[in-house]
């Protein structure tokens, strides 16, 4: 009795693959069809179809979505139109899905069983095409780093297709990836801290999609300073005004000291001045009196300190005084059209000094 039961069931099985073998009489190969998300799109059915020889069906996967012109699946986003001018297909031949998500995405089917009991069906894969996104690892979008440290920044981009991956800073690249691409940073020093951003590009959406990253460089001063800069005032030869700059650079921000011939200076003082702009540090002198010698910037945080010198020498202002007093004689004499021996001595003395 057991035999007989188990051969029964062999023999059902059996007949069961035949019939849906004989059935499935056209399987075409699937068209994809690509999508954009949140915009619409049509899948039409390929099947030529006459009126009255059957109800088409269309389907997602296994689920059923309409049985002729009745709604099966209740999704207001689909709608049934025609296939268009060129089409002799009746109405319900070409699939409308609005407003796409991307699980929206995968196999979609028309099909029809004809009277003779063959069943028709086209297939169609959608792939929804998603705008690219980017995101970067470690997260918090800054991170802070002492001299010397080894990172690696990661950005990984998802979206379809798969988005391509660039890293720069200051506008130059410094890596590409497909999907993803790691940005090592080896022993950063100070000039490796600043924003870095990541680009996610697949060429769906408007633009691509940017992501940014701090990198932040701990580190002791690292200062210049330029020479020194003297403006005389042409109708006061004993007026003159100094202005020394210094550029430190520190991480975190130093405290600025400025000293003449190893003397600290201070605003207490008549006549200097001292200001500050970000990284840019100014000492400014009212007066030219007793101010040639050397001029130190002195910059100090929690991780070094740094300095720079600068010197005024006492011919560069007395050049300057020289200057006026030639312009002067010079004007006086131009109606004669010749320039006296002093001026001409003036200027050999200009010149030696320069020299």
């Known amino acids: ?210 992501k940014n990253f701090t990198v932040n460089v701990l580190h002791a001063p690292v200062l210049e300073v330029l020479p020194a800069e003297v403006e005389m005032n042409p109708g006061a030869p004993q007026e003159c005004r100094v202005q020394i700059q210094c550029l430190v650079y520190s991480a975190p921000a130093s405290r600025i000291q400025w000293f003449h011939n190893n003397r600290l200076m201070t605003t207490a003082e008549p006549g200097v001045t001292m200001w500050s702009a970000e990284y840019l540090h100014v000492l400014q002198l009212e007066d030219c009196v007793s101010r040639s010698g050397e001029y130190t910037c002195v910059a100090e945080n929690s991780l070094g300190v740094n300095q720079g010198t600068t010197s005024l020498p006492q011919h560069r202002l007395v050049v300057q005084e020289v200057v006026v007093r030639v312009d002067r004689q010079i004007q006086a004499n131009s109606s004669n059209y010749h320039i006296s021996s002093i001026t001409s001595l003036l200027l050999a003395l200009i010149m030696l000094n320069l020299i």
């Open 1 to 210: 009795m057991i035999s007989i039961i188990i051969l029964t069931v062999i023999i059902s099985a059996a007949n069961s693959r035949n019939l849906i073998d004989n059935n499935l009489d056209v399987i075409q190969d699937i068209e994809v069809i690509e999508g954009e998300q949140s915009h619409s799109v049509d899948i039409p059915c390929d099947l030529i179809i006459e009126q009255g020889r059957g109800v088409l069906i269309w389907k997602q996967g296994r689920r059923i979505l309409f049985a002729g012109s009745m709604r099966v699946r209740q999704d207001s986003r689909m709608s049934l139109i025609a296939g268009g001018q060129t089409s002799i297909n009746p109405a319900g031949s070409v699939l409308r899905i609005g407003n796409l998500n991307p699980v929206d995405s995968g196999e979609y089917s028309c099909q029809i069983e004809l009277p003779s009991g063959e069943l028709l069906v086209s297939r169609k894969s959608l792939v929804v095409l998603q705008p690219p996104t980017a995101k970067i690892s470690p997260g918090g979008g800054a991170i802070t780093v002492k001299t010397g440290t080894s990172i690696v920044l990661t950005c990984s981009g998802s979206g379809v297709p798969v988005p391509e991956i660039t890293w720069t800073k200051d506008g130059k690249v410094l890596g590409t990836g497909k999907g993803q691409a790691d940005l090592p940073l080896q022993e950063v020093q100070w000039q490796a801290g600043g924003l870095y951003q990541c680009h996610a590009n697949n060429g769906v959406g408007d633009q691509e999609h940017i």
